[in-house]
């Protein structure tokens, strides 16, 4: 069975710039999960999508920050405009997750996102 | 809010030394709890899990008992291999969250020959 997978893995990208990372779960996931892992720290929960639709987008920088879910499969997350503190791995994971069922979450490798 | 906090690594041990990882939690509800372990170059990978009050999550030679008491979920292993170096993060889930998860700031482990 085919992993999470993102890409690009890296991107290095200069202040006031926009980027944009993709991800493509694992097929029949129904929740998609963007994290942000700042070095030294545990991830952190961006966005929820439950199929195409956000279920938790509260910890979302919404002023730069942007994310859909494209016929609820693959998603998009942007940065626009990046700043220095945006430097971090961007996890995307995926689970089976329905109305009161919690199923594993399978994370992708990451982009790791260095803004100069 | 919920949170979970794990002791500050890096932590260095010798081949064949006993392992704990400590990871205590603060949640309103009745948590899943996790471990997940990043080894490098890699993603985040389940390691072990437990769903309610004293279950035990084991594999690979890990182990870790949910203690609803003493609100903690330490990692353990009795005899680690150069191969276990990694980053090990401490997480949980509530049951109405969808399955959300809540990280610790992860303890980096260095085993040496």
């Known amino acids: 069975e085919a992993g999470v997978a993102q890409s690009p893995r890296y991107k290095i990208i200069e202040k006031r710039q926009s980027v944009a990372f993709w991800c493509n779960p694992i097929?029949?996931?129904?929740?998609l999960y963007w994290y942000q892992q700042i070095l030294g720290q545990g991830p952190k929960l961006l966005i929820q999508?439950?199929?195409?639709?956000?279920?938790?987008d509260s910890q979302l920088p919404k002023d730069r920050f942007s994310a859909e879910r494209l016929k609820g499969v693959d998603s998009t997350l942007k940065i626009q405009p990046a700043k220095l503190e945006d430097s971090a791995v961007y996890l995307c994971?995926?689970?089976?997750?329905?109305?009161?069922?919690?199923?594993?979450?399978?994370f992708g490798q990451g982009t790791r996102l260095t803004v100069v | 809010g919920n949170s979970v906090t794990q002791m500050e690594g890096p932590v260095t041990l010798s081949e064949e030394a006993f392992l704990t990882i400590n990871c205590t939690y603060t949640?309103?509800?009745?948590?899943?709890l996790f471990w997940y372990v990043q080894y490098p170059g890699e993603g985040l990978q389940l390691l072990l899990k437990?769903?309610?009050?004293?279950d035990k999550g084991s594999n690979k030679g890990f182990e870790a008992t949910y203690r609803k008491e003493t609100t903690s979920f330490h990692l353990e292993k009795g005899s680690v291999q150069v191969s276990d170096s990694a980053v090990y993060f401490c997480?949980?889930?509530?049951?109405?969250?969808?399955?959300?998860?809540?990280f610790g700031q992860g303890t980096e482990l260095s085993v040496k020959p």
């Open positions: 994971a995926s689970s089976l997750n329905g109305p009161g069922l919690n199923t594993e979450a399978f």
């Open positions: 097929s029949g996931h129904a929740t």
């Open positions: 999508f439950q199929n195409n639709g956000v279920v938790d």
């Open positions: 949640a309103t509800g009745y948590p899943s």
């Open positions: 437990a769903t309610k009050a004293d």
């Open positions: 997480a949980l889930t509530e049951s109405n969250q969808g399955g959300k998860l809540i």
